[in-house]
């Protein structure tokens, strides 16, 4: 069973300058949710990492959050989907913890928690700070054009990195058949 790493905001759902604070605020992407049970259905284990600062800035709790990530999962679990786990910082950017991306904290924690590598796991995001997470710990660094990622590509991304223009099509081209 394969494995894929995926940013939330803006990736899964709709990114917000002013943060997702509610159930209410979080909106899927057009495809991204059937795009995950396309994955699951094809055997991939998914996994979510987000910074959520929005919690040491005072904007939620971690109660909210988890009713907002309990709405993810009603809405994908009606499209056939799941997500194994969601992994998340509560921290601040000034708070120098290591679970915050662009550290790896998060992508070492997952590969103790699951026993396994995170070497050349494809993980997908929409900002500089994703794609260095991933690189540092030693993933297979995807961007996405949704959410911030036509900014982030074009203010220049590391050579190699795959860009998609969303997660269907990130999806696609993981499921392609090789000729």
Known sequence: MSLIILDRDGVINHDSDDFIKSPAEWEPIEGSLEAIARLNYSGFRVVVITNQSGVARGLLDVEMLNRIHSKMRRMLSQVGGRIEAIM???HGPDDDCSCRKPKPGSFNELAHRLRTSVENV???GDSLRDIEAAITAGAKPILVRTGKGRATEKAGIPAGVA????LASVVDALLEPTA
């Open 88 to 90: 998340f910082c509560p």
């Open 122 to 124: 494809p993980a997908v």
């Open 163 to 166: 860009v998609y223009d969303d």
